[in-house]
C-alpha cells in the first residue's frame, strides 16, 4: 500500500542532532518499509528545518492546498500523521483517505509543566482536531487509558471498538555492542532538559561516585534542538549512537509526578538499541519491561541509585548479565519489526472510525451505573460457579492435607496434557524445558496431566516420578464417556484431548490433591482448558494462576480443522477467552498472538510475551555423530534438514511441499541434495526419494548441526516455531517462509532468508550452497539472536508473575 507519513521534521540526518520524533519516524517507516508499504515522507517547509526537497520519498509542501494536491494525486491508501497539529494541515483535503495520528507523547501533560495557563486552549485545539483521524497509535496501555475519554468527547462512537492500538517507542536495529575495558561502569544521562524529568538528586550521586572512583558519569544535556542553547552537550545522532556504545548503563531517572506516569522514553530506547542496562523508576511504564527481561534495575530514590553502583562494583558479571536483559528486550519485546504488528493489521483494511450521529446525554445519576465484566462483550455467558459437591470437595481437602503456605518461592503446580514423554514435540518440548528451568531457580515443579496414576517432580532440574493415591481415581470419569461429552459439546475430534479438564473432573480432584499436600503458590496451565481445574486450587491455597497460550487455540483449530462449523467455533472461543479471564497473568508466545489476545478482548495488561526458549548448553556441549552413515545418506548429497511432528497437517504439508515443489526445482538446477525430515508420526507413503524420515531424535543437538541447510517450507500454522530456534542454535544457516518463521522477530538476510515463492527458495538453496561466507554470516547471526534465550534465561521471565 502507498503511504503518505506527514511529520514535522525532515527524515534522519545522522550528522545532526535528532528529535524524538526524527527517530520514531524513522523506525515505523522502516518497519513498514520491511512489510512491503511504500511510505512517501511529507513535512511543511515554514515549520521544519531546511531539507533537500530532492531526497527521495520525500515532499514539502508550504501551503495547505499544496498538500491536498499531493494527496489527491498520490494515490495513497493512508495517511499517517506524527503531530497532532499537522492534522489541521488535512483541512483542504477532500475526502482523504483513512488517517492514522500517531499521539504517542502525553502532550496534554506536558503542558501542564511547559505552559499551565493555556492548557484548556490547547485541550480544545486537541479536541477539535481529533476527529480528523481515524485510528491512533499511542505507546502503552496508560496512555490508550487517557485517550479514550477525550475519543468520547470528540464525538467518536467506541461502543465496539476503540480506535486506538498500542506501538510503543521501539528500537529500529539493536546495535552490535561494545565490550568495554574492565572498570567502574559509565552510566550516561542524555537528553532535552524538560521540566518534568527533574533528575539533579540521581545525578548528584553520581557525581560522588565519580569522585569515588565507582563509577563513570556522561551526561549529554540540552534543550530541544533548534531552541538555541549554547550550553548544550547534545551530539549528532551518529556520534550520540558511537558514545553510547561505549556506556553501559543508561539513566532514566527523576521526579514522581503525572507526565512520568504516562511516558514513553525515546531516551530509554535509544539507550537500548545500544545495548545498555537501564536504571529506571518504579512509575514509568517500561519499569515493568525491565523487571520481566531482567534489563537493569528498577529504584524509587537516589538511595537505590547508590546500591545498584554498589552492587556493579562487587559483582562486575551482574552488569553484564543485566546488558544481556537489555539486548533481549531490544530484540524483541521493543523492537518495530515486533511492536508496529497492530498498525500494519490495521494497514490491511484502514476504516474511517464511526462518530457518533449527536453528543450523548450525561447520565443523570451516579446511581444509573453499571459496572461490566471485562469481558462481558466477548464471553457470551458467565464462567459458571464451582458447584456444591465442588466446593465440599476442595474444603476437605484443604481441612486434611493442607500444609503451610510459603512465604517465598513457593513450589509451582503445572497442570497440562500428557503427551509429553518422549518430548519429541514442539509443546512438549517448552513445557517438559519450562519446568525443568523453573526448578532450577529455587522452586520445586508439580506436574499433572491425564494421567490417573502418577504425577511428576521436578527438583534443579531433574525429573523423577511419583503415585497418586489410589481413592483419587474414584473421582474419575471413564476416559471414553469424558471424550463423548466433549464431541458433543462441540468439540473437534482432532482437538479433544486439549479440552478433557472441560468434562473431567478427576483434574479437579488430582490438582487439589497436589495443591494441598505440596508447599504451592503458583500455578501453570499449559493450554487454556487446565485453567479450570487450577482456579479450586488457587481459590482454595492461594497464589497467581498463569495461562501458557502456545498459541490462541480457536484460531488455530479454525485454521486446522475445515469441518469446524461457525457456532463450535464460538465454543471454543468462548472457553479460551473465559479462561484468560480468570487468570491473573497471560503468556504468549509471541507479539502477534499476544495482540490477537488483547483484539478479541483480552486484558492488555495480563498479557505478557515470553517467547520459546532453546537448549543452548546441550548445542554447545553434544558431540555430532556421523547422519550420513547411520542414516544411509550420500556422500556427494548436500544435507537438509527440518523437524517435526508429522501427524501435524501443516509439518506433513511443508514435507510435501519439500518433495513436491522445492526438491525438483533444485534437480533441475543440478543441485544435489537429500533432506532428514526428523520426527514421530511420518506417513506411511513415500514422498520422495530423496526425503529421509528417520523418526523421534531426543537429542537434536547430535543432528541438527550435520546439516548444510534448515529449509522450512511451511504454509500453515500457529505460535513461534521452535525449530527455528533450534536451528539457530546448531548454527545452521535457515530459509524459511514468513509463515514458518512467524512470531520470530529477525529481518531477511540477516539472522535468516525469508522468502514465499519456491522459485526463490530454490534459488536461495543453490546460493547458499554455493557460498559459504553468506551462510556463515547469517548462521553467525542467528547464534546471536538466540544467545539470550536459553531455557533458564526464559524461566527467569516467568517469576515477575507468580508474585
Not at 553520581?206 to 556522561?218: C, D, I, P, R, S
Not at 502418577?454 to 511419583?466: I, L, N, P, Q
Amino acid at each position: 500500500m502507498k503511504l503518505l507519513y506527514l511529520s514535522l521534521d525532515p527524515p534522519l540526518d545522522p550528522s545532526r542532532v535528532a528529535t524524538g520524533n526524527q527517530v520514531r519516524v524513522q523506525g515505523l517507516r522502516e518497519a513498514l518499509e520491511r512489510h512491503g508499504h511504500e511510505v512517501t515522507q511529507a513535512i511543511p517547509s515554514e515549520e521544519a528545518k531546511p531539507a533537500d526537497p530532492e531526497s527521495p520519498g520525500l515532499l514539502v509542501y508550504r501551503t495547505r492546498e499544496e498538500l491536498a494536491e499531493f494527496v489527491r494525486d498520490g494515490g495513497y491508501g493512508a495517511l499517517v500523521v506524527g503531530y497532532w497539529s499537522l492534522l489541521d494541515h488535512l483541512k483542504a483535503v477532500d475526502a482523504p483517505p483513512p488517517v492514522v495520528l500517531d499521539v504517542i507523547a502525553p502532550r496534554l501533560l506536558e503542558a501542564l509543566f511547559q505552559d499551565p495557563d493555556h492548557l484548556a486552549e490547547r485541550t480544545a485545539e486537541f479536541l477539535a482536531l481529533l476527529p480528523r483521524a481515524d485510528h491512533f497509535l499511542v505507546g502503552n496501555q496508560r496512555q490508550a487509558d487517557l485517550l479514550l475519554p477525550l475519543l468520547l468527547q470528540a464525538g467518536f462512537d467506541c461502543r465496539e471498538d476503540v480506535p486506538v492500538s498500542i506501538v510503543p517507542i521501539s528500537t529500529r536495529s539493536p546495535a552490535a555492542h561494545r565490550d568495554r575495558a574492565p572498570g567502574p561502569p559509565r552510566v550516561v544521562n542524555a537528553g532535552v532538559n524538560w521540566p518534568w524529568r527533574q533528575s539533579e538528586d540521581y545525578a548528584a550521586v553520581l557525581h560522588e561516585a565519580v569522585t569515588a572512583g565507582e563509577a563513570e558519569f556522561l551526561e549529554l544535556k540540552g534543550d530541544y534542538p533548534g531552541d538555541g542553547d549554547e550550553a548544550s552537550t547534545l551530539k549528532s545522532y551518529g556520534d550520540m549512537q558511537q558514545v553510547l556504545l561505549d556506556c553501559d548503563i543508561g539513566m532514566e531517572l527523576g521526579a514522581r509526578n503525572t507526565e512520568r506516569a504516562f511516558s514513553h522514553s525515546f531516551r530509554a530506547l535509544e539507550y537500548l538499541e545500544c545495548g545498555l542496562a537501564l536504571v529506571v523508576n518504579p512509575w514509568i511504564p517500561l519499569a515493568d519491561a525491565v523487571r520481566e527481561h531482567d534489563a537493569g534495575w528498577v529504584v524509587s530514590s537516589p538511595e537505590g541509585l547508590r546500591e545498584v553502583l554498589a552492587a556493579c562494583h562487587a559483582d562486575p558479571e551482574l552488569l553484564a548479565a543485566k546488558r544481556r536483559g537489555a539486548r533481549a528486550l531490544a530484540g524483541h519485546d521493543l523492537n518495530y519489526a515486533v511492536t508496529t504488528a497492530p498498525l500494519r493489521r490495521w494497514l490491511e483494511q484502514p476504516v474511517r472510525a464511526p462518530r457518533l450521529a449527536a453528543p450523548q446525554p450525561a447520565p443523570r445519576a451516579a446511581a444509573d451505573r453499571t459496572e461490566a465484566p471485562a469481558l462481558r462483550d466477548f464471553v457470551e455467558s458467565p464462567t459458571p460457579k464451582p458447584s456444591t459437591f465442588k466446593v465440599l470437595l476442595g474444603s476437605l481437602f484443604k481441612i486434611l492435607f493442607c500444609p503451610p503456605r510459603p512465604d517465598s518461592t513457593p513450589d509451582v503446580l503445572m497442570v497440562t496434557r500428557s503427551d509429553l514423554f518422549p518430548t519429541d514435540h514442539g509443546a512438549a518440548v517448552k513445557i517438559v524445558r519450562t519446568a525443568e528451568a523453573l526448578s532450577r531457580q529455587g522452586r520445586d515443579v508439580w506436574l499433572a496431566t491425564d494421567d490417573r496414576r502418577e504425577y511428576h517432580r521436578f527438583h534443579a532440574g531433574e525429573r523423577s516420578v511419583h503415585r497418586y493415591p489410589w481413592w483419587l481415581r474414584l473421582f474419575a470419569l471413564p476416559r471414553v464417556v469424558a471424550f463423548s461429552r466433549l464431541i458433543l459439546k462441540g468439540y473437534p475430534v482432532s482437538n479433544s484431548f486439549l479440552y478433557l479438564p472441560v468434562t473431567d473432573g478427576s483434574y479437579i480432584a488430582r490438582a487439589l490433591w497436589l495443591a494441598s499436600r505440596k508447599p504451592v503458590g503458583a500455578y501453570l496451565s499449559e493450554f487454556p482448558a487446565y485453567v479450570r481445574p487450577l482456579r479450586f486450587a488457587r481459590s482454595l491455597f492461594g497464589g497467581k494462576l498463569l495461562l501458557v497460550q502456545h498459541n490462541v487455540e480457536y484460531e488455530r483449530i479454525r485454521g486446522q480443522v475445515p469441518e469446524l462449523t461457525e457456532k463450535n467455533f464460538r465454543t471454543l472461543k468462548q472457553l479460551e477467552l473465559a479462561m484468560c479471564a480468570l487468570a491473573d497473568a497471560i503468556v504468549a508466545v509471541s507479539d502477534n498472538d499476544r495482540f490477537k489476545m488483547i483484539e478479541d478482548g483480552v486484558e492488555a495488561r495480563k498479557v505478557h510475551t515470553i517467547p520459546h526458549g532453546v537448549d543452548l548448553q546441550s548445542f554447545r556441549d553434544t558431540p555430532v555423530i556421523d547422519v550420513r552413515e547411520r542414516f544411509d545418506i550420500p556422500r556427494g548429497d548436500r544435507l537438509l534438514v527440518y523437524h517435526g511432528t508429522y501427524s501435524y497437517p501443516p509439518n506433513l504439508e511443508a514435507m510435501q511441499v519439500m518433495a513436491g515443489e522445492l526438491l525438483p526445482r533444485l534437480a533441475r538446477r543440478g543441485v544435489e541434495v537429500s533432506v532428514l525430515a526428523i520426527g514421530s508420526h511420518a506417513p506411511d507413503f513415500p514422498l520422495h526419494e530423496k526425503v529421509r524420515f528417520v523418526g523421534s531424535i531426543l537429542d537434536l543437538a547430535e543432528v541438527l548441526p550435520a546439516a548444510d541447510l534448515a529449509v522450512v517450507p511451511l504454509q500453515d500454522g500457529g505460535g513461534t516455531r521452535m525449530k527455528i530456534l533450534d536451528y539457530f542454535a546448531a548454527g545452521v544457516p535457515v530459509i524459511s517462509t514468513s509463515k514458518g518463521i512467524e512470531g520470530i522477530p529477525v529481518t531477511s538476510g540477516r539472522e535468516a532468508l525469508v522468502i514465499d515463492d519456491f522459485d526463490g527458495m530454490a534459488d536461495a538453496v543453490e546460493r547458499l550452497l554455493a557460498n559459504p561466507d553468506e551462510a556463515a554470516a547469517l548462521s553467525g547471526a542467528a547464534s546471536a539472536f538466540v544467545d539470550t534465550l536459553g531455557w533458564d534465561a526464559i524461566a527467569r521471565r516467568y517469576l515477575p508473575l507468580m508474585k
